[in-house]
């Protein structure tokens, strides 16, 4: 009904614009009309029959040009009409996923998939969605209550993110609603950042501060006039501005990884290339601490998808901390394997050390934030209680994991496993 | 994901069943969170809505059994549709503790005040952030029917229980170092053993998931790595 009614009105709507471009030509045909009446004396019966005639003509379809331009504007509209749904959300950079009455995925695009891992068509958007307010929307929209509604989301785990997710039907009766969601992680990120930094920093930044400023006092009394001592004091104040250095240096590379932790890299890495350079760099370190690198990588190209800076640093820490930590045992083992059985197939890359081991308590804790195993042992190797915790987070932004393996007296062992995909 | 009945209804009760355990998983998840969240910002507004929230998880645990019971009586399911409509009340029974175990992390809240290490907190959180890792995958294979990733699930128990143990260590320290701790710590303990409980809930119902899935009982070699048992802290007797 509605279309027929809508052919009428588009019928109408086309005969008005023939009339109104030839308006032209119909006021000057009306004018020898009128001309000729006033001459000829002819009748009105006449006259009003030429105006017929006039209106009528102009009314006609128009001319070979005229009606290619209106053919090419119908099929314009019955391309947009047979526009796929599919392209037109694959063209949308947002998560975008279409679905039925009852909650049924019809449909998802690429944004979608990469987004929330594990949606299939036909998969149940209720179950993959259960935090409440989600729900709720669900609800609200498929029950027809509300037409379009809009809500805020967060996925804590396994990288905190939050969208604005807009819920609305599809057309008219078409029995499909579609779902948009609008990342605003980065915001809430930055607010949440600036807190955690203040909050660590201070806390962290404390001691030294109190030490040189403990430092300063005793130059500036008892000690003024003892030469020995100052120079003694001076360089434990240096020590501990290196420290402080250390610190917030540290804070910042972990900030700007907790600013973007979801963002997965899209380049290839030659594994072997890097750990080789971290590897170099570090060379003089081992060699100070008495170490010995030892090498044991898998023959040819090694390649994984990640962003080389990223996976330097977290090799650097992880041979930072063995050659550190497990100087007792005069070597570390860098060792790189292909896994290809099991579900997860990828390239283990393990560091190990010879040294005093770690405790079983501690393993489980140690890439927390500031967790130091011995506080004491730590600041001696300058260390800030933030390497593991940086390594973590690249991880997690890589997809991949950290397994670690020891035993107090022997050791231990880092092993990283880099997913191939 | 289920196979079409000719009775439409039929399909649309075991739909609904599955619908309503999602909603609970959810509902769960964000009381947990809250929780934990309560606990380590000293929030009692919050801890107040967490004990509030229970009343929703218990009303759907019945609404569960009533349907599933109506269900079984007149339909009389068999193989999958049987092993779906058991399973999901065993599911969400196992949700339901998961609520209460929640709830009673957010009871706690006010027995803790916030003078506590700042470290102690850090640890619950991770232990927390483990436990509900491990909650959402579980629910997510509910929802994928992926049974294959559920032997993730069973390894992450492994490192919850590591977790667990580390902090009860710790906690144990922080209370021979003062005994002005112990009131507050003891508290903690409580909430530390209900996350890991959390924990141990997600790994049932991944196995009812896989019972449900394949028919077979998952293997029965489930790790056991809680060593709170043994800990013993230097300086003080063991019981004898």
């Given amino acids: 009904m509605a279309e027929t009614g809508a052919e009428q009105d588009s019928k109408g709507q086309a005969l008005a614009a023939r009339l109104w471009r030839n308006r032209w030509l119909l006021g000057a045909g009306l004018v020898a009309v009128l001309v000729a009446y006033s001459f000829a004396g002819a009748s009105t019966l006449v006259l009003l029959l030429a105006l017929a005639l006039l209106v009528s003509a102009a009314m006609l379809p128009a001319d070979a040009e005229r009606q290619s331009a209106d053919a090419a504007a119908a099929i314009e509209a019955s391309g947009l009409q047979r526009l796929s749904g599919e392209y037109l959300a694959a063209a949308v950079a947002d998560p975008l996923i279409i679905l039925d009455h009852s909650a049924t995925i019809v449909h998802a695009n690429a944004a979608a998939f990469a987004a929330f891992g594990g949606l299939a068509p036909g998969m149940s958007l209720s179950l993959k969605f259960r935090a409440p307010e989600m729900q709720a929307l669900l609800d609200g929209i498929l029950s027809g209550q509300v037409a379009a509604d809009a809500v805020d989301y967060t996925e804590k ?14 057309g008219h009766a078409t029995g499909l609603y579609v779902l948009v969601f609008k990342d605003q992680s980065e915001t809430r990120r930055i607010d949440r950042m600036r807190a955690d930094f203040i909050a660590n920093a201070s806390h962290e930044l404390r001691t030294p501060l109190a030490s040189i400023a403990g430092f300063i006092e005793t130059l500036r009394g008892p000690a003024r006039n003892d030469p020995a001592a100052r120079d003694q004091f001076l360089q434990i104040m240096q020590n501990q501005t290196g420290r402080m250095a250390r610190l ?21 890495v030659d594994l072997r290339q890097t750990i080789d350079s971290v590897i170099d760099s570090l060379g003089p370190l081992a060699a ?7 090498r044991d990588f898998i023959d040819g190209s090694v390649s994984v998808p990640g962003d080389r800076d990223e996976l330097f640093q977290v090799f650097e820490n992880l041979l930072e ?3 550190k930590y497990g100087q007792s045992g005069g070597r570390v083992t860098v060792s790189m394997a292909r896994v290809e059985d099991g579900q997860d197939p990828g390239i283990d890359v393990t560091i190990r050390d010879y040294g005093p081991g770690i405790a079983e308590e501690h393993i489980p804790r140690i890439t927390e934030r500031f967790y130091r195993v011995d506080v004491e042992n730590s600041r001696t ?41 | 994901m289920q196979s079409v009945h000719t009775v439409s209804a039929y399909d649309e009760e075991l739909k609904f069943l599955s619908k309503r355990i999602a909603a609970m998983g959810g509902h769960a998840e964000r009381m947990v969170e809250q929780a934990v969240a309560a606990l380590v910002n000293v929030d009692h507004g919050l801890a107040q809505k967490v004990i509030q929230d229970d009343v929703v998880l218990d009303e759907g645990q019945r609404e569960i059994d009533d349907k599933a019971i109506v269900i079984i009586a007149r339909r009389q399911p068999m193989a999958t549709d049987l092993r779906e409509i058991v399973g999901a009340i065993r599911i969400s029974a196992d949700i339901e503790r998961v609520g209460d175990l929640g709830k009673n992390v957010a009871k706690r809240v006010a027995s803790v005040d916030g003078r506590q290490p700042n470290r102690l907190f850090r640890g619950i ?10 909650l959402k995958e579980v629910l997510d294979v509910y929802a994928s029917r992926s049974v294959e990733r559920i032997g993730f699930v069973r390894d992450r128990d ?24 112990i009131t507050p710590c003891t508290h903690l303990l409580f909430c530390a053993k209900n996350i890991e409980r959390i924990g141990d809930h997600a790994t049932n119902i991944a196995e009812t998931i896989y019972y449900i899935v394949t028919g077979d009982q998952m293997p029965a070699d489930r790790p056991k790595g809680d060593k709170t048992d043994k800990v013993v802290l230097p300086g003080a007797v063991p019981a004898k």
């Fill in chain 2, 158 to 181: 492994d490192q919850i229980d590591a977790m667990y143990t580390s902090l009860f260590r710790e906690l144990l320290t922080y209370m021979m170092e003062d005994p002005r701790n």
């Fill in chain 1, 157 to 170: 785990l396994p990288v905190e993110r939050t969208y604005r997710v807009s819920a609305s039907t599809v």
């Fill in chain 1, 381 to 421: 190797h300058k260390g800030t209680g933030l390497g593991l915790s940086i390594v973590k987070h690249i991880l997690t932004r890589h997809n991949a994991r950290l397994s670690i393996k020891s035993e107090v007296g022997k050791g231990a062992a880092f092993t990283v496993h880099l997913p191939a995909r």
């Fill in chain 2, 125 to 134: 959180e991770a232990l927390a952030n483990l436990a509900l890792t491990q």
């Fill in chain 1, 321 to 323: 901390n063995a050659c």
């Fill in chain 1, 248 to 268: 917030i240096d540290d804070l910042l590379s972990l900030s700007r990884l907790e600013m973007k932790p979801y963002l997965r890299p899209g380049t290839e």
């Fill in chain 1, 288 to 294: 100070e601490n008495g170490i010995v690198i030892e």
